[in-house]
């Protein structure tokens, strides 16, 4: 897991950690040192932290004229035991909306396990995403995963499943992806 690193090709077009209005600026890594971790394995010190146990996340690309970002997640998450969603909607989407951004790509073929609550932040984020015409959206769910948020009804809140999936987004640039989520939403 550790040489799974986030999404670098976009950093001369987007790098969080200079984004003055982004919730990760001026973050630095120790390029030397592994110190987190998802289960008992090490991960790329360029996974951002925001809470949760064993989940982690990259802003890899946000638009403020547009109104989007797109974030890569590492790991398991777990509604269930450690309210991940909590985290990431108070700690991360909040303080990206308060910045205009109310349209979310996020990207999750490496998150490897997903243990499900409720549905009440999800409904909560994507009322207040839908206010400002915008929408969530989860590219590339594993199957085990996708069936997993469809037994809380994610699917009322959120974009996933087949229809989202398989997409090779790593060969487009951002504003192509965000085209391309743009058409089937």
Known sequence: MHDIEPFYIWMDLYNSTEDERSPFFGQTYNEFEYEKKVYNYFIHPHWDEFGAEN????IIY???EEGFAIIEFIGEWNDALGNDIMFLKRDVIEKLMNQGIFKFI???E???NFHASDDS???????????ENGWICFINTLDHVSDEM??????????????????NWRKMNPNALYDWVLQRI
């Open 55 to 58: 989940l982690f996340l990259k």
């Open 62 to 64: 946000s638009d403020y």
């Open 106 to 108: 996020t990207l999750m």
């Open 110 to 112: 490496h998150v490897l």
């Open 121 to 131: 932040y999800y409904e909560e984020w994507n009322e207040e995403v839908a206010e």
């Open 150 to 167: 469809k037994t809380v009804g994610l699917q009322r809140h959120i974009h996933f499943g087949k229809k989202w999936n398989d997409l």
